[in-house]
């Protein structure tokens, strides 16, 4: 699903105009996207969590010459469903 796809869905659901609905996605990705950058973690009841974690520098390999390079420090962005998400994925699973 593409972010337009994700704005049609929005216009069909909730009505409105089209513009109402881009503004609100644009909107929506925009605040999360500075949280996520200032290192705050977002939380989605229902939905889940995107958390910013701190990477250490390590010793990694380059496979195809098995040479030793360092890995920079570095952040990395993680999601984790919440439960209510996961078990709404999982539902039919069961059966």
């Known amino acids: 699903m593409t972010k337009a796809d994700l704005v049609n869905k929005i216009f069909e659901q909730m ?4 513009k109402d609905s881009s503004d609100l996605v ?3 990705f925009e605040v999360i996207k500075n949280l996520i950058i200032e290192g705050d973690s ?19 390999r380059n496979p195809q010459t098995g040479e030793s390079i360092e890995i920079s420090a570095r952040r990395v962005l ?11 994925v999982n539902k039919d699973m069961g059966k």
Request: cysteine-free; overall charge positive; aromatic content about 8%.
């Open 78 to 88: 993680t999601f984790k469903p919440s439960q209510v998400l996961r078990d709404a």
């Open 42 to 60: 977002v939380k989605i009841s229902g939905f889940g969590n995107f958390v910013v974690r701190t990477k250490k520098s390590r010793i990694g």
């Open 26 to 28: 644009e909107k929506l």
């Open 15 to 18: 009505g409105g105009t089209k």
